[in-house]
Every structure is written in C-alpha cells, then in structure tokens.
C-alpha cells in the first residue's frame, strides 16, 4: 500500500506534519498540480452543462419566437378577412342587440308607462372594522322610461366597437 501511496506522491499525514516529507504539500501530500487538475475539471464540466443549458434555452426561444409569429399571421390574416356576408352579420347582431334590448324596451316604456322595469345594480356593501366588505346586486322597480346601466354600457361598448373597427380600417 505503501509502494501505491508513494507511486502516486502521496505522503502519509504523519510524515507531511512533521516536516519529513521530501517537497511535498500541506494539503496532506495531495499535490498542488493534482488539485488544479481536478478543480479545472470540475469548472469544465460545470461550464459544459451551464452552456449546453443555455444552448438549450436559446433554442427554445426561437422555437418559441417563430410559433408567435406563425400566431400573429394567422391573426393577421383572421383581421384581413373581407367577406361582406361577415360584415352584415355583424352588423345585424349589434343592431339586433341594440333592438332588443335598449329600443324596444324604451318604446314599450313610451307607449304602456304603466309597466313596471327591474333594475339592477351592484353596489359595494363595507364591512365592520377587519371584516372584508362585498359586493350586492341591488335590484328596484321603476316604471315609466328607465335608462338601466346595462343601456349605457351596451351602448358605449358596441359603439366603441364598430367605431373602433372602423378607425383601424382607415
């Protein structure tokens, strides 16, 4: 064993703390030239992993960044479509939408006032002191012409639709 040991220049501890040693290290006979080699080796394949991870990960965001563009041509291409069926469908819908729920209810309101219309509405209800407070749907019937919130953001949403469309196409 010992034959082995001095084969490969490492000393017993014994030896090396004594001062018997013939140049040999303080790290217990462990050579200096052994140490960097196995360090260097170490940071090598640290720094090979560390690459191959990034490697990995750039490759990623390309695969990545080319599905986003497929996506945005394939929106793209959705936003392009010219077909005036599609554009008077739409067209029906909103004013369809704009019939039955905010016209007729206001001609009906004009003609028959006598008919009462529930309105709702959410209303933020505090709690005491630490007590979290919630939201509550207040519900009142009124009668005659009643203009509900659901009229006003309707409205302000297909208007801001069709507007909003129309400014993009220009």
């Known amino acids: 064993m010992e034959a082995l040991l ?4 490492i000393l017993p501890v ?18 200096m030239e052994l140490i960097t080699m196995l360090g260097s080796s170490i940071l090598g394949g640290v720094m090979s992993i560390w690459g191959q991870s990034m490697k990995a990960k750039e490759a990623n965001n390309k695969l990545m960044m080319a ?14 479509y010219e ?5 008077w469908t739409r067209r029906l819908i909103a004013l369809g939408a704009i019939g039955a729920i905010i016209i ?15 309105v709702g509405w959410t ?13 509550i749907v207040q519900w009142k019937e009124m009668v005659g012409l009643v203009i509900t919130p659901l009229d006003t953001h309707l409205v ?3 208007v801001g ?10």
């Open 67 to 80: 599905a986003m563009t497929k996506e945005a041509e394939v929106i793209d291409r959705a936003r392009r």
């Open 123 to 135: 209303q933020f209800n505090p709690g005491f002191l630490f007590l979290e407070g919630r939201d």
């Open 14 to 31: 014994a030896d090396a703390i004594s001062g018997d040693s013939s140049g040999g290290s303080i790290m217990g006979g462990i050579p």
């Open 104 to 118: 007729w209810p206001k001609v009906v309101a004009v003609f028959y006032p006598e008919i009462a219309v529930t």
């Open 161 to 170: 639709l069709y507007f909003g469309g129309s400014l993009v196409k220009k």
């Open 156 to 158: 302000s949403a297909i």
């Open 6 to 9: 001095n084969l490969l220049g």
């Open 83 to 87: 077909n005036p069926h599609f554009q």
